[in-house]
């Protein structure tokens, strides 16, 4: 059963701030911009609700997996290393360098969520995502990663 909407909220959004809310109604079909809001308020909600245990389970991957990554590279690039071994071994090096992009990734996105959460003002926050999401492009070039070890 559908709970009845028996509540109104108004609020100001900026050009930028509506465009990026329309953007996202268009290109997932949602019928009306009250609708698109009301999801991505879930999604919002949805996320906050589970961020710690996020960043707990992915920093221990992390961690692991930035570990591996060097011990995995010396023995890809050993001599005692068969031609089949070093193939396989770049797979699994390519593997683990974008998890750990993917990692990186949950990393900056859970930070944008805390910046929201902070006790400043919007436009200090707006420009802090950009700055985090600026990041992004430079640490995913061509699906290649900083991590990456050839």
């Known amino acids: 059963m559908v ?19 329309d953007d ?12 698109a809001i ?41 001599q ?5 071994e070093k193939a396989l071994g770049q797979i699994v090096l390519r593997t683990i360098s974008k998890q750990i992009s993917s990692l990186v990734l949950v990393r900056v996105i859970t930070g944008i969520a805390n910046n929201a959460k902070a006790d ?8 802090d995502t950009r700055e985090l999401t600026a990041g992004l492009s430079d640490e995913f070039q061509d699906g290649q990663t900083k991590t990456d070890i050839d």
């Open 120 to 127: 400043r003002e919007i436009e200090d926050i707006l420009k």
């Open 80 to 84: 005692d290393a068969t031609e089949r």
């Open 24 to 35: 996202w109604r268009f290109a997932n079909r949602i019928a009306t911009r009250s609708d």
């Open 38 to 78: 009301r999801r991505l308020c879930h999604i919002g909600l949805t996320f906050d609700e589970h961020r710690a245990e996020f960043i707990e389970a992915f920093k221990g991957q992390y961690e692991e997996l930035t570990k591996a990554l060097p011990i995995l590279a010396d023995t890809v690039h050993g």
């Open 3 to 21: 709970e009845p909407r028996e509540n109104r909220v108004h609020m100001m959004l900026s050009n930028s701030e509506m465009e990026a809310i």
